[in-house]
């Protein structure tokens, strides 16, 4: 079985409401032939039910940014993986180096809500990355190791295919820089590697590993020509309905 490819876009803290609903009708105009391959979004989550109805019955999936690993409580401007199944969103990114690296966010709490998204049925993205300093260290496989280790933890074999991956190297995330397809492809082989030893060939050979960091429309044909890149986590570049498409539609 062939692994799913994914294009996904994170508009981060972007996007008013009725500018969310354009961006998603021009995105709906331009996909309706691009075939097996999956679109999805990740709006603010405020606008996520509204994206997420416009979506329903068509080929782009809605996922949330962000949530918390209870099911409720007191946990004020937190959002429950209760709110994220009744918005519509099949998707949750989980350990975004931003919620990591600005908010502080461990590896415990990354699994913490691995286990609560499927738990209530929500398919997770865990992003995993090195920074900078960390790669000039020589440390790139060790970090990935870990992230990837301690946010599978406990994550049973079937239950994986409902996993996704997003290999995002830091130093890359909104600084015009890009890990060469080269660079990438060989952390989305490691990380696949990892999986491997965690489970068995067959599940690692099943999970999409996303590459997300600076990917716009003239580096994607690169990354996505490589071996184990299944598809993109794309960040400003999602934002506007050209850009997005000619990234989604690349050859």
Known sequence: MARRKIFAGN???????????????????????????????????????????????????????????????????????????????RYILIGHSERRHVFGETDDDVNKKVMTALKNDIEPVICVGELLKEREKGLTEEVLKRQVVKGLAGVSAEQMKNIVIAYEPVWAIGTGKVATPDIADEAHRFIRKVVEGLYDAKTADLVPVLYGGSVKPDNIAGLFAKEHIDGVLVGGASLKVDSFLDIVRVK
Not at 13 to 21: G, P, V
Not at 27 to 33: C, E, R, S
Not at 42 to 66: E, H, I, T, Y
């Open 11 to 89: 508009w981060k803290m972007y996007k008013k409401r009725q500018e969310a609903l354009d961006l998603v009708k021009g995105l709906l105009a331009g996909i309706a032939d691009i075939g097996e391959r999956e679109v999805v979004v990740f709006p603010p989550s405020p606008w996520a039910k509204d994206v997420a109805d416009l979506c329903r019955g068509s080929q782009m999936a809605v996922g949330m940014q962000n949530m918390h690993f209870e099911q409720e409580g007191a946990f004020t401007g937190e959002v429950s993986p209760l709110m994220v199944k009744d918005a519509g969103c």
